[in-house]
């Protein structure tokens, strides 16, 4: 179903008028601009279930290096690449997804137990830093393998382990190791983490398991590269030089995980190519009634720095074990889209619950739901205010492009692009309808999903001799696919961005132009005025043979 700005720009419409008029009986049915990541563990991990999940809505997936071994990560990208090609083989469509890699970071760990240990509230446990006891932990003691924790930590220190589902005070620091009490009780586990709130670790930037994961990732040819632990900028610097110039086309996505990298979010948002707010991670740190003007605050300034944004961290969390969600994880989703996210990342619900198809189906309706509410007008004017100084080129481009789109009530951009930028930059500035990025690098075919509302489209025809002929073959192949989404709809008014010539770097050319079908032809024509754009079956083209001669003097 076609989708545009058109409601919203009835005079006088207001934000108010508009959520008072949103649709209650109708189920949204616009192509999704949010994209999915869904992550591959037990549950998943056949190719059927990976093949729902891709045509149910996730763009991107991603391997957890914190639970699983290189094998089952190599397995996971053979039945992706084996559901790709049966989608491709029953629609001739060639879909791409993008791949992320989540390393597990730095992290301190207890040692083992001989025995089930359940700690309860008062109780006294030591963590020691003596090797002897690393397989014999008890209640009483437990191993710890980081031997500066007696130099950074005081008496009043909180420490929370295994993901803070326990929580200890610091009582005394000492020779070898911490008298701690138990504040928050539970079942201890082996080889649990350690999470020190208030205090800044010296261990390294990237672990020797990261190295290890990192090099195996570029060779499995990965899109993306979910941080942990980033603490500062200098953190992200230190991951490139181990990408080096083989992983370089890797986008570096850092976790919000700490209180420690809350503290320094700018400068890391600025040196990483996206964020990753892990609520989960974050909630044992900060105070829990914070998480939430956390989670505004974060996606606030990343859409106004126009920096990508995912939302992780139990988002269905109930549908591991349940087929429907709870009503306050609804709310919960659709607050994350309205706040501003790009992505939205399913954890353990599609890992190793029982419904992973089902976890998907559910967050693709939500979001589209969700979507509905936003009041875009006013989001464009607010993106735009914040841009200051001189604009380059593409920004111009960018911002007349959206505020075409706008004007026109178009119900699609059209991007031609070589890398993704030109497409990603149009994203910045938040159009209602969707940005079909129609290239021939089947990378920025797979890098795109990270940001909001761009719908990539892999173009695989040699190019014309011709550079016009070949942008109108382009524009002519995007259209189709379009109509065949149900994106686009007769007569429909539809903004392509493109260059004035081949390469990248040229994109300036902005048009109108406005969609018409043939009754007895499935693929999408153009014309520049909309009043000859309606459907005519009278309509008869001068050559049959796949040049169609309605593509010329567009301009």
Known sequence: MAYSAKTLLREGSTELNHICELEISKTASHQRLVSLIGTISVSSRNTDTIYNMIMRGVNIFRLNFAHESHEMHSKTIELINEALEKIHKETGQLRTVAIAADTRGPQIRTGLLDVDVFLRTGDNLRLSINRDLYDKGNKEAVYVDYPNIINLTK?????????????????????????????????????????????????????????????????????????????????????????????????????????????????????????????????????????????????????????????????????????QPTR??????????????????????????????????????????????????????????????????????????????????????????????????????????????????ERAARWVYIHRGVLPMLYTAEPSSDYATDVDERVHFGLTCAKKMEIISDGDPIVILSAWKDGGGFTNNLRVVYSFFEADRVDCLFRADRRLSQKNTNLVMANRDGKENSLNNIM
């Open 155 to 323: 008496t009043g220190d909180r420490l929370f382990i295994d993901d803070g589902k326990l929580l200890l005070h610091v009582m005394e620091v000492g020779v070898d190791g911490l008298l701690c009490e138990v504040i928050q009780g539970g079942q201890l586990k082996n080889n649990c983490n350690v999470i020190l709130p208030e205090i800044e670790i010296d261990l390294p930037a990237v672990s020797e398991k990261d190295m290890f994961d990192i090099q195996f990732s570029m060779k499995a040819n990965v899109d993306f590269l979910f941080a942990s632990a980033v603490r500062c900028a200098k953190n992200i610097k230190e991951l490139r030089a181990v990408l080096g110039e083989k992983g370089k086309h890797i986008k570096i996505i850092a976790k919000i995980d700490s209180k420690i990298s809350l503290s320094r979010f700018a400068e890391i948002m600025r040196a990483a190519d996206g964020l990753l707010l892990s609520r989960a991670d974050l909630g044992t740190q900060i105070p829990i009634h914070k998480l939430f003007i956390t989670q505004k605050s974060i996606l606030g300034q990343c859409n106004k720095a126009g920096k990508p944004v995912i939302v992780a961290s139990h988002i269905l969390e109930s549908m591991r074990t349940e087929v």
């Open 328 to 441: 306050a994880e609804c709310f919960d989703l659709a607050n994350a889209i309205i706040d501003g996210a790009d992505c939205i990342m399913l954890s353990s619900e599609v890992a190793i619950g029982p419904y992973p198809t089902e976890v998907v189906a559910t967050c693709d309706k939500l979001c589209r739901e969700a979507e509905k509410v936003l009041w875009f007008r006013d989001l464009f004017s607010d993106l735009v205010s914040e841009v200051r100084g001189e604009l380059d080129a593409a920004h111009s481009l960018a911002i007349a492009t959206v505020e075409t789109a706008k004007r026109t009530n178009a119900t699609l951009i059209l991007v031609l692009t070589s890398s993704g930028r030109s497409a990603t930059l149009v994203s910045k500035f938040r159009p209602r309808c969707p940005i079909m990025a129609i290239t021939r690098c």
